[in-house]
């Protein structure tokens, strides 16, 4: 697909790293599956990633965690 940000970028499959600061807790989640613009960057991730992530992110300010990080191994 088209970047929407840069507009010139077509995304391919890649990994990013996703950094979340909620409530004082800082939660970095490695090895992400996104769409990846070849050109700024800018990535875009699934509904179901997303949804994964925010759980992990709520999990981490349940247990009062200041810094956390984590790695997806997902597909």
């Known amino acids: 697909m088209k970047c929407v940000i840069c507009k010139t970028g077509t995304t391919k ?11 004082g807790t800082v939660v970095v989640i490695r090895d ?3 769409k990846v613009c070849s ?6 991730l699934s509904s179901e ?9 709520q999990q981490a300010v349940k247990k009062g965690v200041e810094i ?3 790695r997806i191994n997902a597909a």
């Open 32 to 34: 992400v599956p996104a």
């Open 49 to 57: 990633i997303t949804k994964l992530i925010t759980q992990k992110v």
């Open 39 to 44: 050109n700024c960057g800018n990535y875009y």
């Open 68 to 70: 956390e990080v984590i």
């Open 13 to 23: 499959n890649g990994k990013v790293t996703v950094t979340v600061d909620v409530k």
